[in-house]
């Protein structure tokens, strides 16, 4: 009986072992699609997700920071990231989302087509950012390999980033 | 924080607090150099930074203030007079301690400034010989009751390595003094008890002292060891202090009751107040529409009262807690006696300053960033504003030049005036100068009005100085001052009168976070704009605007008033038609004036600034933002940002371009009319659709007033008619109808009602809000296609 026992837990913990060792080389990102392309965003750094509701214009900004928004007291800029990429605008949409994300003290939220879904995705599987975007300036952080195509994944701390 | 940390903090304030009243002291005790308590005051302060220094081992500041103490000590007892000369190392030997003390805050320690040769100076003056203080050997003879001397003595054996030089006969003479000195002050503050009926036991020294120090229990007197350990010697030094302090600030009772809080604190409870207003505006609104809704209902009497008190209560909060941040002026004021007198001397001009007002309390965050200004403004006052004395005389004034500093409350603001009676400043002279320096054009200069070229000498690179000297004339300076007081969201304001004088008034606002706005709509959008810059509101209709020079003007009573349209400013597209009557909010900042004219005024309320964040910082025209009652975000304008950036912008207001970009566009087949049906019914749509489908043309539905007034907005497409049904949640038929009839676009777009009230009053009622045809339901489905083919102008070709 406690020979079963002790097989049954060390069979446990090595399962534990396995999980935990893997858990190091596992990324978590939420997927969601702009125009055509789906990119992920590291889960961490998104601190919510909300259906969109009305925001106020700001004068004298980039097309595609559509504004500000209340998030319950705070005001958050709001970046429409289609323009920002260079797709035209869109209606907004039912699956339409603010993403509102933060690195440190910077936040802000982001207008999403869809959200697709959480993703795990192992380090291995992540390649660089193609040679052509490489440099400083890319939002690109690096390509996520999937099973049913590939998956671009952003860097943050540039979108949060002020660039005009 | 271990122990000696602590005690350093400690250490620290304490000896701030006290440098701050000291220089004012000095400069007074050169006016009256006979005053025996500002000696004392002095010389205790120089007293006690020794004590505690040495005991903290800082040896360079015990030092300093070991020979400080010499000096003063002598000068209290007659011994030496303070004369300028005198002073000047006293002042450049509180300098030092300043500076000692500033790097110990930094450093914790005391290293890195050289003291010697300003002990040197206070060592002449104190007679060569220098140090007059007792030897160890004498602690015997020393009584309980002269706990300073034994400290003095303390402190002289672990810091002054050469007490040993001193000569017997002058040791004694000392102790003699200070023993009498002591005696003294026993007696009088005996006397003050007595007199103050206060039965005062007939017991030797020691416990009268005892009895006096009461006020402050954590002080009562010890008794004092010959070696007292370190820890002895600071409670001595803070017993002494207190009781010596006693007789100089009269009665010992009247002890204020304070708290030291830290400022986070308060700032965190600051911030909460701001959430607390926010939602106190919601509450407020959300009461209006219950109101609105619920006319008559019992209980919103009792809600009427709850919402007025959380209301007052919350204001009243907010005025407390700003209070708590509330410093004296006069804590910024006290370092200008001594800038004075140290900017005559060097100048060689006579100037006096006269302070009043320095009780006017502001916000500690506004106290703090005013002195830097204020130093630049007075600085200037004695460089270029007051004369020299020769001069002065010859124009038939006093010698000694006046500056005034006060500060007072007017309405929402704190003035801060600085007044002198120099030379004053010439409009013309000025004008020159920018000339000169190609920082304004000939155009400008001629088109400046008195106010405006006194108001050059805020531009950067300005300067008036013919030489630059030690204090001014590098042409930074007033900028600087220009922006840290923009920074306050204040305003300067300057008069002047050549060879009479200038005076310049700082406008601050009392605090920063809240602040009172007058709100404005254009188009759809809303801003706000700070109550402390606008003068007034003037409704005009649009044939009272003149064009000048490519830029809109009005007539305001006597002056003619640029105007400049909000939307031109913030790039709103004008999508509302404008109607005949505008709104012109005139801004006032300094002498500028401008006219901002708005679509409608919404009205004045309490907001709550909020930064617009890292990453929209710096847009030229936003201060910020606020969030209204209705949880909308609403942006405040700069109003200094707005005023340079109307300079910029040619008037669009006259020829506000009134084209109707109502194309009627060419219809090729039925399916290219559109008609939107808006009722919050299934079926009546589906009877609608039933009735208008045989015609071929393109039906959208909503389901309420709210939905089709989006779907407009949208501007997907481009509707021939609209069948409205008056009854809908959300929002109604005969509000739609009004908020469309708002569009220009939408102008001339056919509205049907199709409704079950059959009243006449709804009859008028939509025809007020814009409807043109009324049908009742029932109807037949001839008659509404039939009413419907004629409001589209269909073409009867499409007819199948």
């Known amino acids: 009986m406690s020979d079963k026992l002790k097989e049954i837990i060390n069979q446990q913990a090595e399962r534990q072992n396995v999980v935990l060792s893997q858990l190091d080389d ?3 990102l939420v997927g969601f699609v702009i125009g055509d392309e789906e990119y992920a965003v590291p889960i961490l750094s998104i601190q919510e997700i909300i259906k969109p509701f009305p925001w106020t214009r700001v004068p004298q900004v980039p097309k595609y920071v559509l504004g500000v928004f209340n998030l319950r007291g705070a005001v958050i800029p709001l970046i429409d990231l289609r323009t920002k990429f260079g797709i035209g605008a869109k209606k907004h949409t039912d699956e339409t989302r603010f993403i509102v994300m933060r690195n440190g003290d910077d936040v802000a939220g982001f207008v999403i087509d869809r959200l697709t879904m959480a993703i795990r995705i192992k380090k291995d599987k992540i390649g660089p950012a193609p040679d052509t975007v490489n440099g400083d300036e890319t939002l690109i952080d690096g390509v996520g390999k999937q099973e049913d195509g590939i998956i671009t994944i952003l860097k943050v701390d540039k979108l949060l980033e002020r660039d005009f | 924080m271990d122990e000696f940390q602590e005690i350093l903090q400690d250490f620290l304030v304490e000896s701030f607090e006290l440098i701050e009243q000291l220089d004012q002291d000095l400069v007074e005790l050169e006016n009256r ?5 500002l000696l004392n005051g002095i010389f205790r302060v120089a007293h006690t930074v020794k004590g505690a220094s040495s005991f903290l081992n800082f040896d360079v500041l015990t030092h300093l203030t070991h020979h400080m103490e010499d000096v003063l000590n002598k000068a209290r007892h007659g011994e030496l007079r303070i004369t300028p000369d005198v002073m000047d190392v006293v002042l450049e030997s509180i300098d030092l301690m300043k500076a000692l003390l500033h790097t110990i805050r930094d450093t914790s320690s005391d290293g890195g400034i050289e003291v010697g040769a300003c002990v040197v100076r206070l060592d002449k003056i104190s007679g060569g010989d220098g140090d007059i203080v007792s030897p160890v050997v004498q602690a015997a003879v020393v009584e309980e009751e002269l706990e300073e001397l034994i400290e003095e003595m303390i402190e002289e054996t672990s810091t002054e390595p050469d007490y040993e030089n001193m000569e017997e006969d002058e040791i004694e003479a000392e102790i003699e003094r200070l023993l009498a000195q002591r005696q003294n002050e026993d007696k009088a503050k005996r006397a003050a008890k007595i007199a103050a009926g206060e039965s005062v036991p007939e017991a030797p020294p020691a416990p009268t002292e005892e009895a006096e120090a009461k006020p402050t229990p954590k002080l009562a007197p010890k008794p004092v060891p ?7 010697v600071l409670h001595h030094d803070d017993d002494n202090d207190a009781r010596a302090a006693a007789p100089a600030k009269k009665a010992p009772t009247t002890v204020e009751q304070t708290i030291r809080v830290d400022v986070k604190r308060l700032d965190h409870l600051m911030n909460l107040i701001g959430e607390l207003v926010l939602a106190k505006n919601r509450l407020i609104k959300i009461n209006d529409d219950v109101e609105e809704r619920y006319e008559g209902e019992e209980f919103l009497e009792e809600l009427n009262q709850v919402v007025s008190i959380v209301s007052l209560v919350t204001t009243d909060l907010q005025i407390a807690v700003m209070k708590t941040r509330m410093l004296p002026v006069g804590k910024v004021f006290n370092k200008f006696p001594r800038m004075i007198r140290d900017l005559t001397r060097e100048l060689n001009k006579k100037i006096e300053l006269e302070i009043s007002g320095e009780d006017t309390e502001l916000d500690k965050s506004i106290v703090e960033e005013i002195g830097d200004p204020l130093v630049h403004i007075i600085r200037n006052s004695c460089d270029h504003g007051i004369e020299m004395p020769s001069v002065r005389l010859a124009a038939g004034k006093d010698e000694t030049g006046i500056i005034g500093l006060k500060a007072y409350n007017e309405g929402n603001q704190i003035v801060i005036q600085i007044d002198d009676d120099g030379k004053g400043l010439d409009p013309v002279m000025l004008k020159n100068k920018s000339l000169e320096k190609g920082l304004i054009t000939e155009k400008e200069a001629d088109a400046m009005s008195d106010k405006e070229a006194f108001a050059l000498i805020f531009k950067p690179g300005f300067s008036t100085a013919a030489s630059v000297t030690n204090v001014s004339g590098r042409g930074v300076g007033m900028d600087v001052v220009k922006t840290n007081i923009e920074k306050l969201n204040g305003i300067i304001d300057i008069e002047s009168q ?21 709100l404005v709509g254009v188009q759809e959008e809303y801003y706000a704009i700070p109550l402390a810059s606008v003068l007034e509101t003037v409704r005009i209709s649009k044939d009272e605007i003149y064009t000048v020079e490519g830029r809109s003007v009005m007539r305001l009573r006597e002056d003619v008033l640029s105007l400049v349209h909000i939307g031109d400013i913030f790039e709103v597209e004008r999508i509302l038609d404008s109607s005949e009557h505008a709104y012109v909010v005139v801004l006032g900042l300094g002498a500028q004036k401008l006219g901002l004219i708005v679509d409608t005024l919404v009205g004045q309320e309490e907001i709550v600034i909020k930064s617009l964040g890292e990453y929209l910082k710096g847009i030229d025209g936003i201060a910020g933002a606020t969030i209204r009652g209705d949880g909308g975000v609403t942006l405040i304008v700069d109003v200094v940002a707005l005023m340079e ?30 008609v939107m049906m808006v009722d919050d019914s299934k079926t009546d749509r589906t009877i609608m659709r039933k009735s208008l489908e045989p015609l071929g043309i393109t039906l959208i539905e909503a389901v309420d ?12 497409h481009n509707f021939d008619a609209m069948l409205i049904d008056i009854e809908m949640p959300r929002m109604d038929g005969y509000t739609l109808a009004t908020e469309i009839k708002k569009y220009n676009r939408y102008k001339n777009l056919p509205l049907i009602a199709v409704t079950s009230r059959s009243g006449k009053s709804d009859r008028m009622r939509g025809v007020e809000s814009g409807m043109i045809e009324y049908i009742t339901k029932p109807y037949s489905s001839d008659y509404l296609s039939s009413v419907v083919q004629r409001n589209i102008n269909f073409k009867s070709e499409f007819l199948s």
Request: aromatic share 2%; no cysteine.
């Open chain 2, 705 to 716: 007033g709210q939905e089709a007034l989006n779907i407009l907005k949208q501007g997907d």
């Open chain 2, 645 to 674: 950036m109307a300079k910029g912008i040619k008037s669009t207001v006259a020829s506000s371009s009134n084209e109707t970009a109502q194309i009627a566009k060419e219809k090729s087949k039925a399916s290219d009319y559109k």
């Open chain 1, 26 to 28: 596992i990324v978590q």
């Open chain 2, 498 to 518: 050549v060879g009479v004088g200038t005076s310049m008034k700082l406008k601050i606002p009392l605090t920063l976070a809240i602040i009172q706005a007058l």
């Open chain 2, 33 to 37: 150099p006979d005053d025996l308590e």
């Open chain 2, 226 to 232: 010959v070696t007292p350990t370190p820890k002895a």
